[in-house]
């Protein structure tokens, strides 16, 4: 067994950084990683059931614990950040959230080979679609 220990927050700085009420810039952060919970329960807010698009801001109000000098990242902050800090933060979930090696994830039982861009070693595609499902916060720009 080898003596590693999992790291469940991850900091960041913002491309541009949270601007609040007062005028104040917030850039530095911490994300943590990320619980079924925070994937499942999002998928019951009215915001999500209306909006699928919603889905991303209250899964990342769920998952980022600080901002700055912010009391709270709730959703409303999440939609208040620049579309380039939404993007980074998107990215920054996908990263800590997915495993080091996509196969270890799910064993290859069965003769199932890895299709699409994981058969070459790759990411994913994801551009298969507009719409993001429950299960993947996906980034746009990659």
């Known amino acids: 067994m080898t003596d590693s220990t999992l790291q469940t927050e991850h900091e960041f700085t913002l491309p541009q ?55 709270t990242v709730d959703p409303e902050v999440i939609e208040s950040l620049f579309v380039t800090d939404l993007e980074y933060l998107q990215g920054l979930y996908e990263q800590i959230n997915s495993p080091d090696d996509p196969q270890a994830a799910v064993p290859n039982e069965g003769g199932i080979e890895p299709t699409g861009m994981d058969a070459i070693g790759g990411e994913a595609d994801a551009a298969d679609g507009d719409e993001m499902d429950g299960a993947e916060l996906g980034n746009p720009t990659g």
Do not use: C, F, W
């Open 17 to 71: 950084g949270y601007v609040d009420d007062e005028g104040t810039l917030h850039k530095e952060g911490r994300m943590r990683l990320a619980t079924a919970a925070d994937e499942i329960k999002p998928l019951k807010d009215p915001r999500v059931q209306s909006n699928s698009s919603y889905l991303t801001v209250v899964l990342l109000s769920r998952v980022v614990t600080e901002l700055g000098d912010l009391e």
